[in-house]
């Protein structure tokens, strides 16, 4: 049976740079034997987290409102249960699009769990490709990488960010830089 890994597209663009990224990373690993689930958030239909704080009532714990009108809730539940999930995701003003941000705030029913000790994710990695236009901008990942840290931490997942510049379309994805990321994901 083979490896099974978790991708994520936090692209709102289905045939964007860091959706075509994405699709190629995914190639890749299965063609060295991994079994590979794509969740694009461009694709799929899902509620942003409204902050309405429900999940950290005693009598909700835990639970979102949204859980049974969308798969976020159980894509997080196989967050808890593999080791390697990769995020590819944009940047936009240095930082993640608002639709890849309101995914990550949904994580808030399952952050509710851990802080009460009503969460078991053995250790894992969250690898992240973040792919920006910019050329230029010495802080350019930071923020981005600081929110996946405490959004990965969540699920028992460390982070490893490969920063990519100078790619504002998929016309910009050259061998050189499917190479780098394909090097970042080896396991």
Do not use: W
């Amino acid at each position: 049976m083979s490896e099974k890994i978790l991708l994520i597209s936090g692209s709102p663009n289905k045939n964007g740079t860091t959706e075509t990224l994405a699709l190629k990373a995914k190639v890749f690993l299965e063609a060295r034997g991994y079994s590979v689930r794509l969740f694009s958030l461009a694709r799929e239909q899902f509620y942003a987290c409204q902050g309405c704080q429900r999940c950290m009532q005693d009598s909700f714990l835990g639970r979102c409102v949204f859980e049974s009108k969308d798969n976020i809730y159980s894509l997080f539940q196989e967050m808890l249960i593999l080791r390697k999930v990769f995020f590819f995701a944009p940047i936009y003003f240095y930082h993640l699009p608002g639709r890849c941000k309101g995914f990550i705030d949904r994580a808030q029913s399952f952050y509710a769990l851990q802080q009460r000790n009503k969460l078991n994710a053995l250790p894992g990695l969250l690898k992240a490709v973040l792919v920006a236009g910019r050329f230029k901008g010495n802080k350019l990942f930071i923020g981005t990488e600081l929110t996946l840290t405490y959004f990965a931490s969540i699920f028992c997942l460390s982070v490893k960010v490969c920063g990519l510049r100078g790619l504002d379309a998929p016309k910009h994805i050259s061998q050189q830089v499917e190479e780098k990321v394909f090097s970042f994901l080896s396991i």
